[in-house]
């Protein structure tokens, strides 16, 4: 069974990819309902987990080019200053904000500090 699905995640990566930064995009970029319950800070919580999970979906849906992985890093940093950048300049219901730039860009980083020791250990491959 862990075969199986390990094999069905690693033939269908560039589509949970594809559709992870396509939610990431509506998430950030569109009003969503607020639960009422008010943590101070949280959202960089919420950042750093919603960049990790795009980082290392992309590490993984080009794992057998190890060259691109520092491509693929700087590119989900990048995305993650575009993305704050539109919400301050597109919406009105968000602002763009360095703090969640620096909270995207740890994802990102601990995305490539796990995927590094995966593929060291080569435990999935």
């Given at each position: 069974?862990?075969?199986?699905?390990?094999?069905?995640?690693?033939?269908?990566?560039?589509?949970?990819?594809?559709?992870?930064?396509?939610?990431?995009?509506?998430?950030?970029?569109?009003?969503?309902?607020?639960?009422?319950?008010?943590?101070?800070?949280?959202?960089?919580?919420?950042?750093?987990?919603?960049?990790?999970?795009?980082?290392?979906?992309?590490?993984?849906?080009?794992?057998?080019?190890?060259?691109?992985?520092?491509?693929?890093?700087?590119?989900?940093?990048?995305?993650?200053?575009?993305?704050?950048?539109?919400?301050?300049?597109?919406?009105?219901?968000?602002?763009?904000?360095?703090?969640?730039?620096?909270?995207?860009?740890?994802?990102?980083?601990?995305?490539?500090?796990?995927?590094?020791?995966?593929?060291?250990?080569?435990?999935?491959f």
């Amino acid at each position: 069974m862990l075969k199986l699905t390990k094999a069905l995640l690693l033939d269908n990566i560039l589509i949970i990819a594809t559709i992870i930064t396509i939610g990431i995009i509506c998430l950030s970029l569109f009003k969503i309902p607020s639960t009422g319950i008010r943590i101070n800070n949280i959202d960089k919580a919420y950042h750093c987990f919603a960049y990790f999970t795009l980082a290392i979906s992309w590490l993984f849906t080009f794992y057998k080019k190890p060259k691109k992985k520092y491509l693929i890093v700087l590119l989900c940093v990048i995305f993650g200053i575009i993305i704050e950048i539109l919400q301050s300049k597109l919406t009105v219901y968000r602002t763009g904000d360095y703090l969640d730039v620096i909270a995207n860009s740890l994802g990102v980083l601990l995305a490539l500090f796990i995927f590094n020791v995966f593929l060291k250990k080569k435990w999935i491959f």
